[in-house]
């Protein structure tokens, strides 16, 4: 358990269907990360958030839409996604302090 | 922009066998370096960081600043080190992972 809990575990949405994922981390962290990892794919950085700000946006199709409330909570809003979007999606914080990247145990995403 | 590579996608040994896993970093600055494992269904996690200097489950990396890598390495490979291996260089500009070396012990 690193402290970082993702809900759902599983998810399997329509095309035309609308979703969130939820990642909850009371670490401490300022710093929260959305990545995906695709099968034989590399991990790929889609958000990144710093004291609640967007900082980064690595070029995510805008059928991914993050959202962070406070420095605890990150969303993922889903809608009218791809098959493509199966993934494995991994939320991870990080403290400035060290840097070190606690991650949760990812939401695997199906896409029918 | 900040860049980690990780040349092997994929690097196979055999049991007992030395590993060397490549990594190396763009960051100019005094950088912080992690390797993070992956296990067969379990999450990412740190293996180690070179802050501590320190050595897990058989596992070291050395900083090397003039040669800007942080290389993984273990004298005798086991079954169970089969993993995906990445490497994190942290800046100011946070996590910066590279691709990933999916390593296979074969017995």
């Known amino acids: 358990e690193t402290g970082v809990t993702q809900t759902p575990r599983h998810l399997v949405m329509g095309m035309t269907n609308k979703k969130s994922l939820k990642c909850e981390q009371h670490l401490g962290h300022n710093a929260m990360y959305w990545y995906k990892q695709s099968a034989k794919k590399p991990l790929e950085l889609m958000f990144v958030?710093?004291?609640?700000?967007?900082?980064e946006n690595n070029s995510v199709p805008s059928r991914f839409s993050p959202e962070c409330p406070n420095s605890s909570h990150l969303f993922l809003h889903l809608h009218t996604l791809q098959p493509e979007d199966s993934a494995l999606y991994l939320c991870?914080?990080?403290?400035?302090?060290?840097?070190?990247?606690?991650f949760g145990q990812g939401t695997r995403l199906t896409v029918v | 922009a900040q860049r980690v590579t990780q040349p092997e996608k994929l690097l196979s040994v055999f049991k007992g066998a030395p590993v060397e896993l490549k990594c190396n970093y763009s960051y100019s600055g005094s950088p912080e370096l992690f390797w993070y494992v992956q296990y067969s269904r379990q999450r990412l996690q740190l293996l180690l960081r070179?802050?501590s200097r320190e050595s897990i489950k058989g596992f070291t990396a050395d900083l090397n600043k003039g040669e800007t890598s942080f290389h993984l390495k273990k004298p005798f490979a086991q079954e169970e080190d089969s993993a995906m291996y990445y490497c994190d260089q942290g800046g100011a500009d946070g996590l910066t992972f590279g691709k990933g070396t999916h390593l296979i012990i074969q017995p």
């Open positions: 991870a914080s990080s403290s400035p302090g060290t840097n070190e990247a606690f």
């Open positions: 958030y710093n004291f609640k700000e967007q900082t």
């Open positions: 070179h802050i």
